[in-house]
């Protein structure tokens, strides 16, 4: 089933989902889970409806990617699927990202690891920004003679340079404590 059809179904399904109820669950068509606060019925109506008038012919996965994009910001970091991506800036410092990225998945954190070498490593930023990962941690010698990580949010904000350990126990306390805009307050 395609993402427009199971969100019309949805909300056909569900015409008293108000701001005030907790989550709405929506699948799309590649059966992964996008999970989000719910806003009034009419919300993604328009979305769908401008879709329609602004793109025609319009595909299923057309519509998935403006919808995921739209909704981006609301899905936070205790929410994500994408949570944290280590981008090694050489291969030499491949062992040490995923050094860093195996101390992110034992904290409990979903973290991946982008060591693509046929691509520049802004190629890579932006790839990890497209996949909407709330967090990148671009990895170079400093870093990795630092031990530290160089911190980049998904709306392309550089936020330095800061410490291994440090960076994880943030992102945990953001993640439990359920900020919705963990990007901000990190």
């Known amino acids: 089933m395609c993402y427009h059809a199971w969100i019309i179904q949805c909300w056909k399904s569900n015409p008293g989902l108000h701001p005030q109820a907790p989550?709405?669950?929506f699948y799309c068509s590649i059966a992964t889970p996008l999970v989000f606060p719910v806003f009034p019925p009419?919300?993604?109506s328009l979305l769908i409806s401008s879709w329609h008038t602004a793109?025609?012919?319009v595909s299923c996965l057309q519509l998935e990617a403006e919808i995921?994009?739209?909704?981006?910001?609301?899905?936070?970091l205790w929410l994500s699927p994408f949570q944290v991506v280590v981008i090694p800036v050489r291969?030499?410092?491949?062992?040490?990202?995923?050094?860093?990225?195996?101390c992110l998945q034992a904290a409990g954190l979903v973290s991946d690891l982008d060591a693509d070498c046929g691509?520049?490593?802004?190629?890579?930023?932006?790839?990890?920004?497209?996949a909407?990962?709330?967090?990148?941690?671009?990895?170079?010698?400093?870093?990795?003679?630092?031990?530290?990580?160089?911190?980049?949010?998904?709306?392309?904000?550089?936020?330095?340079?800061?410490?291994l350990a440090e960076s994880v126990q943030r992102?945990?306390?953001?993640?439990?404590?359920?900020?919705?805009?963990?990007?901000?307050?990190?």
Not at 93 to 100: G, I, M, N, P, S
């Open 23 to 25: 989550v709405a669950f």
């Open 42 to 44: 009419n919300y993604l």
């Open 55 to 57: 793109h025609t012919p």
């Open 68 to 76: 995921r994009g739209c909704l981006d910001f609301l899905r936070p």
């Open 91 to 102: 291969t030499e410092q491949e062992d040490y990202a995923r050094q860093v990225q195996q």
């Open 119 to 130: 691509l520049t490593l802004s190629r890579r930023v932006r790839r990890a920004q497209l």
């Open 132 to 163: 909407h990962y709330n967090f990148q941690f671009v990895v170079g010698q400093r870093e990795q003679s630092q031990m530290s990580v160089n911190v980049r949010t998904r709306d392309n904000r550089q936020l330095g340079e800061r410490g």
């Open 171 to 186: 992102l945990l306390e953001l993640q439990d404590a359920r900020v919705p805009n963990a990007e901000e307050l990190f």
